[in-house]
């Protein structure tokens, strides 16, 4: 076990379970002697509430998927309450010391007894889904019943403890998942300034890639992809507006979807912006981001975007298996005029790859648009006003923000918000004029047409395309507080635009630093861009785990 004991109970677990977990015999006479009294009584208590394994673990745990961890508590070699154990010591040895990773901001008072109810579960009955006794991180800008503020990141959300869980958290509690605590983000989703620097929130600090500590986890959902990565759990969920799970799992080397708009609810998730916002998974394996968009999926009445009938019931992800690529019609997407040329010799092998299993790859592009970003850029900060707003109305009793105004005057007065960039992002949409605005109406028209029906769509149609690859970003960039976030290319704004999914999964190291491989399809196609993202990892080689350099730059 990693970490040092923290308590009488841990200590108990040190002294009967081995890394193996396998049982040590009690020293003869220990029952009869004063001094081990309390130890043996604790023991008592510990297996009286998680039977210890009968068999050693054959799996690394900060490794492991949540199919493989599923199988070890399945065949009784590890419980949910030792797994949990297991990933709060890691925690406690990497998070705020040792490498300082910064990934999590908040852990679940209640994992433990979680931990417990689910393996009495599995015992008495039977696991209620794949995910039964699995440790989950959530990032803090998603509500949970715990006792855990949802802060977004920031300081004027410190006591937003709402006692309510999200429709997709409730979800995963009830297929049997552990929420085992909340993850640092980039404040506001990295929507307060265009000068900021992913992975920094006032409450959580700054987020470290664990591939090189001087280097950014990117965002918004910096600490689920830290966390995932670094083994502090078996998955986690991010959310996305514009890049904000794609990228971090890219420069992470982990796999995320952004899933369709809409199929997964948005209720009680701190917003950006209705037209873009989704929750998604981050896990190892497009296979365990299935499990989870299983459990996660489904419509909510109060989120009239999941509520659309195409799309995928739950159910459906639990089926998903790896697509047959032979035959498989792929569309070769490509930075412009070799804007990122370090990543070709990872991207031209991975198409070799895809070709020599079979898939038909086609060479396209997608139409050149420059306004995009700028009509994307004014739909965000139009509905971030509303979005936001609406939220913190309804937020925790006790704050004192309750609106986007309220939020520039917090952040106005509390040094500790603004001594690194500003609020630019947020100063521009409290001057928006409303979601009736003739502009904004306009730059959603258009921008939705041009990525969606003119974008991906047409591009599909016309080519008789199954689905888009291409890199999802360049490999990470040494962190700045003076310019910001370095930005290099990315495929991810035509699939948030249009809400479509992306998934983007690992396709190799750039001197030691791993880079994604992204498939787009079309709207709710996110089932079988998981099953194509299976099947890519079936024949390409796994990303090596992080080591925590401080950097990967030559020594001078």
């Not at 949990?84 to 040895?93: A, G, N, S």
């Not at 498939?519 to 890519?536: F, R």
Request: one cysteine or more.
């Amino acid at each position: 076990m990693d970490g040092e004991p923290q308590s009488l109970i841990d200590k108990v677990f040190l002294l009967l379970f081995v890394h193996e977990k396998k049982i040590l015999p009690i020293p003869k006479g220990c029952t009869q002697s004063m001094k081990f009294r309390p130890l043996v009584l604790a023991a008592m208590f510990v297996l009286s509430v998680c039977p210890p394994s009968t068999h050693a673990q054959t799996i690394p745990l900060q490794t492991a998927t949540i199919q493989q961890l599923d199988a070890e508590l399945a065949a009784g070699r590890l419980t949910s309450v030792q797994l949990v154990r297991f990933y709060l010591q890691r925690i406690r040895r990497l998070n705020k010391t040792g490498p300082a990773l910064h990934a999590i901001i908040a852990i679940n008072p209640d994992a433990i007894a979680e931990a417990q109810a689910s393996d009495r579960e599995r015992r008495q009955r039977r696991p209620r889904s794949p995910l039964e006794g699995i440790p989950i991180l959530i990032k803090d800008n998603i509500e949970t019943a715990d006792p855990m503020a949802t802060t977004a990141g920031s300081l004027a959300l410190a006591d937003n403890i709402t006692h309510r869980d999200s429709p997709l958290v409730a979800r995963l509690r009830a297929a049997g998942a552990i929420i085992l605590g909340k993850t640092n983000l980039s404040e506001w989703a990295d929507l307060r300034s265009g000068q900021a620097t992913s992975g920094w929130s006032a409450v959580g600090g700054l987020a470290r890639n664990p591939y090189a500590l001087d280097r950014s986890a990117c965002g918004s959902s910096s600490g689920s992809g830290v966390a995932v990565a670094a083994g502090l759990a078996a998955a986690a969920v991010g959310t996305e507006t514009d890049g904000s799970i794609t990228c971090p799992s890219s420069m992470n080397g982990l796999t995320g979807l952004k899933p369709s708009v809409g199929q997964i609810p948005r209720t009680y998730v701190v917003p950006i912006a209705h037209s873009q916002d989704t929750p998604g998974p981050i896990a190892r394996t497009a296979a365990d981001a299935a499990l989870m968009m299983a459990v996660m999926s489904g419509p909510d009445p109060r989120d009239p975007a999941s509520l659309d009938h195409g799309a995928v019931p739950g159910p459906a992800f639990s089926t998903v298996t790896p697509a047959n690529l032979r035959g498989v019609r792929l569309g070769v997407l490509r930075f412009a005029n070799d804007s990122v040329p370090i990543i070709d010799p990872a991207y031209n092998a991975a198409l070799a790859r895809l070709s020599a299993a079979g898939a038909v790859l086609v060479e396209v592009k997608l139409p050149d648009q420059p306004k995009i970003e700028t009509d994307e850029l004014l739909v965000l900060e139009t509905e971030m006003k509303v979005d936001l707003s609406a939220y913190l109305r309804g937020a925790a009793p006790g704050l004192t923000v309750r609106s986007l105004a309220d939020l520039i005057a917090f952040n106005q007065r509390t040094p500790a918000e603004l001594h690194l960039f500003g609020q630019d992002l947020f100063v521009a949409s409290q001057a928006t004029k409303g979601l009736d605005d003739p502009a904004y109406l306009s730059a959603r028209a258009e921008s939705l047409r041009l990525t969606g029906a003119e974008g991906i769509d047409k591009l599909l149609q016309d080519n008789h395309l199954d689905a888009l690859v291409a890199p999802t970003t360049g490999p990470t960039w040494k962190m700045d507080f003076v310019y910001g976030d370095t930005n290099p290319a990315a495929f991810t704004t035509f699939p948030a635009i249009a809400g479509y999914p992306h998934l983007s999964t690992p396709m190799g190291t750039v001197h030691g630093l791993p880079v994604g491989l992204s498939i787009i399809g079309p709207k709710w196609s996110d089932a079988k861009v998981l099953a194509l993202g299976e099947a890519w990892q079936a024949i390409s080689p796994p990303v090596p785990p992080p080591t925590f350099p401080a950097t990967v730059d030559p020594a001078p």
